[in-house]
């Protein structure tokens, strides 16, 4: 007979919630769910001490609920992180749809989704990530004021991946200016691993400059779109952790960097859009500092499209989103001295500063 009781023993083996292995002491998790429109999402707040919890909503058809629970859990750690680090007063938060963002997103579940933000009051603002669109913003900005990266047509600054991509190539002109003394990418080989909004952009830039782009996706139509528009290579070996490359660029999801992949990294840098590539930052950031591979952190580098929807908060223009985004140069530069002269890995060193600015924060305000 099946028990309906869950025996009290498996129970203690991981708590599901707070005990989760990321779960980083989260101030506020919230699970909705919507029977008529079939949404399930999970927005995760990690830390408002700066402001409130600003970063995208992912849709993605994971294959359980764990896998969505640790992804919200991980990415709005890493919100929290971005924006201390690129100094906005914003804190860390994200969401996640589970479903096929293809087939299963329609007006009524974004609007809905929309309706469980608002029910935050602010105290999360949602933006898009993998699986959304401007135009779903759009849909979210009719029941909601909470929400960023809308269309220009209505107030928005538009689509934040472009800047992101662009904030991606400055921090990879750092790091390689670090590695191999010289910023010029002319020449040097690069691989492009998810050809989407960001990858697309930072592989126009890298081939602007004359660097041989080699691009990966699941998606062929993708890959042959922007083969015949950017004249980059199409990757179609079987393993592009072992390619003999000067720069790996993760531009599709997480992880990418772990115990499976880390040895066969021939590349001297590793630099891309994709939040929390490290599978585990301590050990994948140590085994890279080891093999003097330059990592230039993902949360420092694809800080451009927060810029880009913070200004829609704060009201800058254009000129100075681009200002910001290009200081990410000097920011990695900064933090890749400092890594090598404290001999601590560059994620190790990027949190340290994200980390003091919040701590800083967190002590004037309790005065
Ligand atoms: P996107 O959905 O437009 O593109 C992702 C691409 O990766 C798709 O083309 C997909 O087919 C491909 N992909 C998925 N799995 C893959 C795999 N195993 N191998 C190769 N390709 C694969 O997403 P995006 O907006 O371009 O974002 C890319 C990454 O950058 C994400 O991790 C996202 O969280 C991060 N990021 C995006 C922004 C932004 O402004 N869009 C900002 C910061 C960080």
Not at 94 to 112: F, N, R, S
Not at 136 to 148: A, G, I, Q, R
Not at 201 to 215: Q, R, W
Request: proline share 2%.
């Amino acid at each position: 007979m099946v028990s309906d009781v869950i025996n009290a023993k498996d129970l203690k083996k991981v708590d599901p919630v707070f005990g989760q292995l990321s779960f980083d002491d989260h101030e506020q998790i919230v699970f909705c769910n919507d029977k008529d429109t079939g949404l399930k999402a999970i927005i995760g707040i990690h830390n408002t001490v700066l402001g409130p919890a600003l970063g995208g909503t992912r849709m993605w058809q994971y294959n359980n609920e764990w896998e969505a629970l640790n992804d919200v859990l991980r990415l709005s750690r890493g919100m929290t992180f971005k924006s201390a680090i690129t100094g906005l007063n914003l804190g860390g938060g994200k969401a996640v749809i589970i479903g096929d963002a293809k087939t299963q997103k329609t007006p009524e579940l974004m609007k809905k989704f929309g309706e469980f933000v608002h029910s935050l009051s602010g105290r999360y603002i949602t933006a898009e990530d993998v699986g959304m669109e401007t135009a779903d913003m759009d849909l979210v900005h009719e029941v909601t004021p909470y929400v960023t990266g809308i269309s220009e047509s209505k107030g928005g600054a538009g689509n934040p991946s472009p800047i992101t991509a662009y904030g991606v190539y400055m921090g990879m002109k750092a790091a390689a200016k670090y590695k191999f003394g010289s910023d010029v990418l002319d020449g040097k080989k690069v691989i492009v691993q998810g050809i989407g909004h960001v990858g697309e952009s930072l592989v126009d830039h890298l081939t602007k400059e004359g660097a041989k782009v080699i691009i990966s996706d699941i998606n062929q139509e993708r890959l042959q779109e922007a083969s015949a528009k950017y004249g980059a290579t199409i990757y179609t070996g079987n393993d592009i952790y072992s390619e003999d490359v000067d720069i790996y660029a993760p531009c599709a999801l997480g992880a990418t960097i772990n115990d499976e992949t880390i040895n066969k990294l021939k590349a001297k840098v590793i630099a891309g859009a994709a939040n929390n590539q490290l599978a585990e930052e301590a050990k994948h950031g140590l085994i890279l500092q080891d093999k003097g591979i330059v990592y230039a952190p993902d949360f420092l580098i694809n800080a451009g499209g927060i810029i880009n929807v913070y200004a829609e908060l704060e009201g800058y223009d254009k000129q100075e989103i681009v200002r910001k985004t290009e200081n990410i140069y000097n920011t990695t530069l900064e933090i890749l001295s400092n890594a090598e002269m404290n001999d601590i890995t560059t994620n190790q060193a990027a949190l340290n500063i994200a980390k003091s600015r919040i701590e800083t924060r967190k002590n004037e305000n309790s005065k």
